[in-house]
């Protein structure tokens, strides 16, 4: 059984520009949730996705997107990268939003 | 709101000595905690967690109890080996489904 997969691992960006991360939650999950982890720090929620909505959202400006497709694999979109964008991006799934969530080994973002 | 504080890190360990990463948290409603450890270079893992007030929750030879009164959720281990070495989260998931983590501890164990 396959767990949370997240692509790609590493990604080194341009400030200004976009970038697309993607997360495919473990087997029989339907949300799945995105964090930020910079570097020595804690993950920060940015937003969770539940039948292919943003259902709940956190502390992060709107250039932070998301997007959910119908086989619950989700998509985390960044637009007009800033270098404090630099960080772990964390996927996590869970079923119907229960209290445990499966985490996936991250994208390292560096935007330079 | 909702907010976690846990012990400063680094901490460093002989192996086999005892263990404990304090923990408090504040929360509104009546959160769930967990324990997460991220190995280097990999995601985290979930170690433990209690949903209820006095919940013990162990895996691995960890422990930690959900205790309301001092809204504490310390992580302890009576031996640690060096493969325990790693970055150790609290966490909370109250009202809404996102979770509030700390900072983080780092733990290194030395033979």
């Known amino acids: 059984d396959a767990g949370v997969t997240q692509s790609p691992t590493h990604l080194i960006k341009t400030r200004g520009q976009q970038v697309t991360l993607r997360c495919s939650p473990k087997?029989?999950?339907?949300?799945v949730s995105w964090y930020q982890q910079a570097l020595g720090q804690g993950p920060q929620f940015i937003f969770q996705y539940y039948e292919e909505e943003e259902r709940q959202r956190g502390n992060f400006p709107d250039r932070f997107s998301g997007h959910q497709f119908p086989n619950y694999s989700s998509e985390l979109n960044v637009n007009a990268l800033l270098l404090g964008d630099s960080a772990l991006y964390l996927c996590?799934?869970?079923?119907?939003?229960?209290?445990?969530?499966?985490f996936g080994q991250g994208t390292r973002l560096t935007v330079v | 709101g909702n907010s976690v504080t846990q012990m400063e890190g680094p901490v460093t360990l002989s192996e086999e000595a005892f263990l404990t990463i304090n923990c408090t948290y504040t929360?509104?409603?009546?959160?769930?905690l967990f324990w997460y450890v991220q190995y280097p270079g990999e995601g985290l893992q979930l170690l433990l967690k209690a949903t209820k007030a006095d919940d013990k929750g162990s895996n691995k030879g960890f422990e930690a109890t959900y205790r309301k009164e001092t809204t504490s959720f310390h992580l302890e281990k009576g031996s640690v080996q060096v493969s325990d070495s790693a970055v150790y989260f609290c966490?909370?998931?109250?009202?809404?489904?996102?979770?509030?983590f700390g900072t983080g501890t780092s733990l290194t164990v030395i033979p």
């Open positions: 966490a909370l998931r109250s009202t809404g489904n996102q979770f509030y």
């Open positions: 996590a799934s869970s079923l119907g939003g229960g209290p445990v969530a499966f």
């Open positions: 929360a509104t409603g009546y959160p769930s």
């Open positions: 087997s029989g999950h339907d949300t």
